[in-house]
């Protein structure tokens, strides 16, 4: 049997807890590979899938120009503390951010980071 890819979606860590726990339901008793990312998730993402995906809404809700939803996804995997960080992050993609819309753009990650 060959799976094959009906859809590509860009999801963030903490989505994938709980695609995670959906296959945990589904399947008694789960592969190595999902073992492994599951122990990687509860050891780097300290959101919970809510905050995540409220998080997410609140980022798209910014409407900064030339941001799409997978760069959001990585900010919210990283969770950014500071400017340089989130310039950083940003560095890895083909877009230019003004200084004002980074500053908006962190304020609301700030409100998910334990500080």
Request: glycine share 2%.
């Amino acid at each position: 049997m060959n799976p094959t890819v009906v859809s590509e979606t860009p999801i963030n860590t903490s989505e994938l807890r709980e695609e995670i726990e959906k296959i945990k339901k589904r399947d008694p008793e789960i592969n190595m590979r999902v073992g492994r990312t599951e122990e990687y998730v509860n050891t780097f993402m300290p959101l919970s899938s809510k905050k995540g995906k409220e998080l997410l809404e609140k980022l798209l809700a910014l409407n900064v120009p030339r941001m799409k939803e997978q760069y959001y996804n990585k900010i919210i995997d990283i969770l950014p503390p500071n400017m340089n960080t989130l310039k950083a992050v940003l560095r890895s993609y083909p877009i230019t951010i003004s200084n004002d819309n980074i500053k908006k753009i962190l304020d609301v990650v700030l409100e998910y980071v334990d500080k």
